[in-house]
């Protein structure tokens, strides 16, 4: 009968404008971001103010600049004592052993890149992961003074560009309900902020 391909048909439409939409999120902050090296190398010769404590910055791509860590230089103008930039990866496999849970990369004084693998099977926990609170581990980092800091951009739609009206109004919605990233991995709420910009899709 009829109902079922409309059914298949609403459910590839939606895929279709969800994938559309990512896309062009992921084209627009591809654009505004920078290699880390390059920022490393500019704050050398023009170091910051510096606060306490140490800032997590999740982001996909662990090489590239997040987006939330240029927005805290631009606007709160202070770069934290200790930065992990982290990013979390998932193994083809349905568990990773803690041994080989973190890969650390030493970018400089200020940064260090943190890769986090979990298996399919697994949930992530960051803060766990990162050894928050103990002290005995390689990134034990004080719960107290650790605050992570998570990109997260406003959408608008643009009949002039992007999507038509109609697809842009589903991707809206999709992302108004898409899960909350801290709560999938574990980041507790009072310690997360969130930093971006006006997307137009």
Same mark, same amino acid.
């Given at each position: 009968g %009829?109902?079922?391909?409309?059914i ?6 939606i895929?279709?404008? %969800?994938?559309?939409?990512?896309? =062009?999120?992921?084209? *627009?902050e ?9 920022l ?5 010769? @023009?170091?910051? #103010?510096?606060?306490s404590?140490?800032? $997590?910055? +999740? ?28 990013? =979390? @990866?998932?193994a083809?496999? &349905? ?5 080989s ?5 030493r ?6 890149i ?5 298996? *399919?099977m697994e949930?992530?926990?960051? &803060?766990r ?10 990134l ?6 650790t605050? /992570? *800091?998570?990109? @997260?951009?406003t959408?608008k &739609?643009?009949? #002039?560009?992007?999507?038509?009206p109609w697809?842009?109004? =589903? /991707?809206? *919605? ?6 909350? &990233?801290?709560d999938?991995?574990? =980041?507790p709420p009072?310690? $997360? +902020?969130e930093?971006?910009?006006?997307v137009t899709?």
């Amino acid at each position: 009968g %009829w109902v079922p391909l409309v059914i298949a048909a609403a459910i590839g439409l939606i895929i279709f404008t %969800w994938v559309r939409g990512k896309k =062009i999120v992921s084209a *627009f902050e591809k654009r505004q971001s920078i290699p880390l090296s390059d920022l490393a190398s500019a704050l050398e010769k @023009r170091p910051p #103010e510096r606060v306490s404590g140490t800032a $997590v910055f +999740l982001t996909g791509n662990p090489h590239a600049t997040p987006g939330a860590l240029l927005h805290n230089l631009k606007h709160n103008k202070v770069l934290h004592e200790r930065n992990l930039i982290v990013s =979390i @990866r998932t193994a083809d496999r &349905p568990f990773v052993e803690e041994a080989s849970r973190a890969k650390v990369e030493r970018v400089d004084e200020n940064f260090s890149i943190v890769v986090l693998t979990y298996g *399919f099977m697994e949930s992530p926990d960051v &803060p766990r992961d990162l050894g928050v609170g103990n002290k005995t581990e390689q990134l034990g980092l004080d719960p107290m003074r650790t605050s /992570f *800091f998570i990109g @997260r951009n406003t959408l608008k &739609p643009d009949a #002039e560009k992007g999507m038509p009206p109609w697809q842009d109004r =589903i /991707f809206l *919605f999709l992302q108004r309900n898409a899960s909350d &990233p801290t709560d999938f991995l574990k =980041i507790p709420p009072g310690k $997360v +902020l969130e930093l971006g910009e006006q997307v137009t899709v």
